[in-house]
């Protein structure tokens, strides 16, 4: 499985730093959605489902968290730290989300209107909505 890891380009000087995202230019879709978790508890682990159709990009704007991705067949972690590196997380995976660091924002550019329909929240459909399991 391909981990794919977005460099954000920031604009530094002395003042401190920015980083500006558009789309189809550092977000590879049009951006339908935009929204962030913070304030996450201590060991809570989020997500858990996976998505038919939704593409996102993933930036943690402060503090770090752990993400596991799962495409039916392999299983990778992939940890954000910074605000200038989006992960790309596609349709058709299994995510969850833990290890949330005190204060950690995460936000998540999306490609679609929010739509319960385009949830999977049970592994075994989402691994017969994969094909691996018949
Ligand atoms: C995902 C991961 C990375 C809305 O009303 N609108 C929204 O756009 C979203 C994302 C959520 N909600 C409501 C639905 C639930 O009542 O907010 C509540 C919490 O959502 P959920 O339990 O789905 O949150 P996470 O952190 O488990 O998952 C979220 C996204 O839902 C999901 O698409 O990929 O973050």
Redesign the pocket.
């Known amino acids: 499985m391909e981990i794919k890891k977005y460099p954000l380009q920031q604009h530094g000087d002395s003042r401190g730093h920015l980083v500006a995202l558009e789309e189809k230019v550092d977000v590879p879709f049009e951006i339908k959605?935009v929204?962030y978790?913070f304030d996450t508890k201590s060991g809570v682990i989020?997500?858990?489902?996976a998505?038919k159709s939704?593409e996102?990009l993933?930036v943690c704007v402060h503090g770090s968290v752990k993400i596991l991705l799962d495409d039916g067949t392999e299983k990778r972690t992939v940890f954000l730290d910074n605000p200038y590196e989006g992960l790309y997380?596609s349709n058709n995976m299994w995510?969850e989300?833990s290890e949330f660091s005190e204060g950690a924002v995460l936000m998540?550019f999306?490609s679609k209107y929010?739509d319960e329909n385009d949830?999977i929240r049970d592994y075994d459909e989402f691994l017969r909505f994969v094909g691996k399991k018949f």
Do not use: E, I, N
């Open positions: 959605r929204y978790m989020r997500g858990m489902h998505h939704l996102q993933l997380v995510r989300m998540v999306a929010y949830y």
